[in-house]
Nanobody, 125 residues
Framework: QVHVVESGGGSVQAGASLRLSCTASGRTSSNYNMGWFRQAPGKEREFVSAITWSGGTTYYADSVKGRFTISRDNAKKTVYLQMNSLKSGDTGVYYC??????????????????WGQGTQVTVSS
């Protein structure tokens, strides 16, 4: 089972940028689909973005399209989430997730096999 760890969170002003990283370890291979979810205080966890194991297909929530970019470096076993033009509504704990199954199904159900501990992103207006 793959183990994933997030990093790169922090506190920024609205309009700023942050880049989150998620590094995989353990019984890993490159063919894991990866996703980012977030959970704001008092709200349910929501999908943010995902990328196929090859990096050939990406998915974004409507709320982040045009502002966030997901990418991966399989040689480094790392997935990145570049977040630009951050808004206060982007505040939350961001979780990285990994899964080898159908990515669309995993995005829809939130049923990724492995999850990180999360990294806090706070955007103040």
């Amino acid at each position: 089972q793959v183990h994933v760890v997030e990093s790169g969170g922090g506190s920024v002003q609205a309009g700023a940028s942050l880049r989150l990283s998620c590094t995989a370890s353990g019984r890993t291979s490159s063919n894991y689909n990866m996703g980012w979810f977030r959970q704001a205080p008092g709200k349910e966890r929501e999908f943010v973005s995902a990328i196929t194991w090859s990096g050939g297909t990406t998915y974004y929530a409507d709320s982040v399209k045009g502002r966030f970019t997901i990418s991966r470096d399989n040689a480094k076993k790392t997935v990145y989430l570049q977040m630009n033009s951050l808004k206060s509504g982007d505040t939350g704990v961001y979780y990285c997730a990994a899964d080898r199954g159908d990515l669309v199904a995993a995005i829809t159900t939130g049923a990724f096999g492995s999850w990180g501990q999360g990294t806090q992103v706070t955007v103040s207006s």
